[in-house]
């Protein structure tokens, strides 16, 4: 997402600093009045009111650039959450990170998934930007991510169109990644009804992370999903040999991707958490 960033830092008596505040303004339409924070302390510093001053820093940052909706990120195990609980945030998703170890997995499992029969329908993929046959149909096939289950979240709106795509197609190539797209193609129209995208690091090692996954509702309970998914990892196993796993994030409440996942071998590794509040107008 299209975004700048800024954000004070606190610094000790030395001049050393004991803390910092990152401030991410989001400037795509329809996401132009939210704001995500992260507020970093030194541990010798917590509890000292640290915290406290440069979260509200942010918060007058982000009244300041007329954002009404401050959000942040934090991991499902740790202080974050009770300190922004207490400053008068709510947690509005919970989400279930998952990994699958390439040493775990079973090509012969995949690669029978994604050989499956899917009457009325074929797989295509590429690497990089969408071909431009596919632009269009692929652009208007992200609306299958617009009921993605967010639970309480302000996410504001995406409108996608192919300059959009081809953007974070760009975005991603600039600092060295590589996107892997597989769509499932409707025989009846050539138009796409689902898609799943991965992202590996550039140079092929590491962990990749699943990008978006979607199926149209027009299209939905055919087993979609699971078939691009395992054609995915099934590509990205053989073309990146070196990969360490597969990472992927999902909603608590998204039942029906967490089954992909569990189906795939992913197990789950931890939790997060997205809080929001409100930010307060500067005018009263």
Sequence with gaps: MPGAGTGPAATAPAAYPVGAAYLRLLTAPGQDHLAEVEVAVHPAARRTGVGTRLLEAALAGAAAEGRRTLTAQVAGDGEGAAFLSARGFRTVLTLTCTRLATADA????????????????????????????????????????????????DHGTVAWDVDRVRAVARAVERRGDLLHTVAAVSEEDGTIAGFTELVVPGDGTGDGLHYGTGVLPAHRGRG?????????VRTALVTHPA??????????????????????????????????????????
């Design 106 to 153: 079973d090509p012969v499992a995949l690669a029978a998934r994604a050989g499956e029969a899917r009457p009325g329908y074929r797989l295509v993929s590429w690497s990089g930007t969408v071909p431009d046959e596919l632009a269009a149909t692929f652009a208007d096939s992200r609306r299958a991510m617009d009921d993605m289950p967010m639970d309480a979240m």
């Design 224 to 232: 979609l999903a699971r078939w691009m998914k395992a054609e995915s």
């Design 243 to 284: 990969l360490a796993g597969l990472v992927a994030d999902t909603a608590e409440s998204n039942t029906a991707m967490r089954a992909v996942n569990d189906a795939l071998g992913y197990v789950p590794t931890h939790r997060a958490l997205f809080l929001q509040r409100d930010v307060p107008d500067p005018r009263g």
